[in-house]
């Protein structure tokens, strides 16, 4: 679909390590021509980037207000009807090789799912994800339910979601198999940096969720800490604007009510 196409290649775009080496390669093959002048340029203003990365804390800051848009609530009411933990923890292409669950930088969301389900074992849980397999491969769904049962849980439980390839399938799909009613809640799982846009997707199509983020890769302030992990400046600018691109293109294409949903 044209959201898809469209979100894809936005994220590409800010996605800063491959903006980075596309110019240190430009410019240095620019030393070589009659064209060096532009060469040095180019490289002077990747050194200026690289250290505005390294140095400030722009992408934690992002990353940071994301993370913190909905805050992990510490009790769970009664009348809910059940847990859904959303996709993208685990390392497709590797676990596919191994035959067994490997996980990714999310990881942490298959974790805290887990632990959540133990503390309320009479609700069912509800996993969403297929994962852009191959033919014959695993889904992703396939693989969470491996870990839910080898860790103790009821397979009776556990409701499977195992076609959707993004939240917007995330959110369709799982609303398709439960219908639940308006006033029927759920408790949604995912990485707090990701919340929102999810949030924003499940909204639109009728859900009652109740946010639960999990998952946190910052320590939820705005003090400048100084930092020397290139990886690290990497990771915090390329999540959070993938997840304002998901925002702003799911608002443009109609796909959510709101850009940036408020909490209840």
Known sequence: MLY??????????????????????LGVNLLATRWSFWGRRILFVTEFILVIMVFLPFGQWSATFLENRFKQPLHISEDVKGLILLGGSVDMPVSNARKVASYNQAGGRMIQFAELAFQYPHLPILFSGGGHQLIGKETEAAFAKEVFIRLGIDPKRIILEDKSKNTIENAQFTHEIIKPSSTDKWVLVTSAIHMPRAVALFKKVGWNIIPYPVDYHTRGDYSWSFNLSIYRGFHAWWN??????????????????????QPD
């Open 4 to 25: 898809d196409l469209l979100y894809n290649v936005f994220s590409y775009i800010i996605n800063f390590d491959v903006i980075l080496f596309v110019l240190i390669m």
């Open 240 to 261: 959070s604007m993938r997840e304002w691109a998901g925002l702003i293109t799911g608002y443009l294409f109609g796909y959510t009510d709101e850009f940036l949903p």
